[in-house]
């Protein structure tokens, strides 16, 4: 119940395409959905995230698809560019709780020139 | 200007030493994390510290020891080392909100360690 699975395991897009990382849970706890980009020999880095009050979240060209119901969230890149080569997770957590983050396995995203 | 810090980047060491992680952070946040990234790059909460109180304590080997002298240092000691340690520890920080959240983690660069 405290897992969280995210599909799929790599990605290849051409430039200006909309590569889609999907994510999906079990606990109904969870509260609090952050995405994480990290770039190779770098650490994870906030990149967005949505609480399930709402069903959709923007900033810039990455959107988070939430659906309680579901209980899945999906992360689009818009416009995909070279430099959002990276590797992509999903989380979840319980807010008011420790903050440990129950990471997916992770996308690697590829944009080709 | 580094919010969160480990030293060393790269650690490598034979079975069976000891060895030590550190991290500071600068944000002034009160909870500190530790995290192993295996190599197939899944991530996995070992450890937290909240204000040098232990909050979180995974299913890791006791040969993992973290202490935190302060708020803003948390340490990572392995004793015995084996093989299977081998991976990227990343340490994290957050700050706990007014209404108990603990939402946003900012995550030091890593440290690669390979055990021989």
């Known amino acids: 119940q405290q897992q969280v699975k995210q599909s799929p395991q790599s990605l290849i897009v051409q430039k200006g395409g909309i590569p889609i990382i999907n994510c999906a849970y079990e606990?109904?706890?969870?509260?609090?959905f952050p995405w994480y980009q990290q770039f190779p020999g770098k650490g994870p880095a906030l990149l967005i995230a949505?609480?399930?009050?709402?069903s959709e979240k923007k900033e810039g060209r990455f959107t988070i698809s939430f659906n309680k119901s579901a209980k899945q969230f999906s992360l689009h890149i818009m416009d995909s560019q070279p430099g959002d080569s990276a590797t992509y997770f999903c989380?979840?957590?319980?807010?008011?709780?420790?903050?440990?983050?129950?990471f997916g396995q992770g996308t690697t995203l590829q944009v080709k020139p | 200007d580094t919010a969160v810090s480990q030293t060393p980047k790269y650690l490598v060491t034979q079975m069976g030493n000891d060895k030590s992680i550190k991290c500071e952070q600068n944000?002034?946040?009160?909870?500190m994390y530790w995290y192993k990234q295996d190599s197939k790059k899944f991530l996995k909460i070992m450890f937290s510290?909240?204000?040098?109180?232990?909050?979180i304590n995974e299913t890791v080997p006791n040969r993992f020891s973290p202490k935190s002298p302060d708020k803003a240092h948390l340490n990572l000691h392995i004793n015995s080392l084996e093989l299977g340690d081998s991976a990227v520890y990343f340490c994290?920080?957050?700050?706990?909100?007014?209404?108990?959240?603990?939402?946003?983690?900012?995550f030091g660069p890593g440290t690669r360690l390979t055990v021989l």
């Open positions: 994290a920080s957050s700050q706990r909100t007014s209404g108990g959240a603990r939402n946003e983690q900012f």
């Open positions: 606990n109904t706890a969870f509260d609090y």
């Open positions: 949505i609480r399930p009050d709402v």
């Open positions: 989380a979840a957590s319980i807010s008011g709780n420790t903050g440990k983050l129950i």
């Open positions: 944000l002034g946040h009160d909870t």
């Open positions: 510290y909240n204000n040098k109180e232990l909050i």
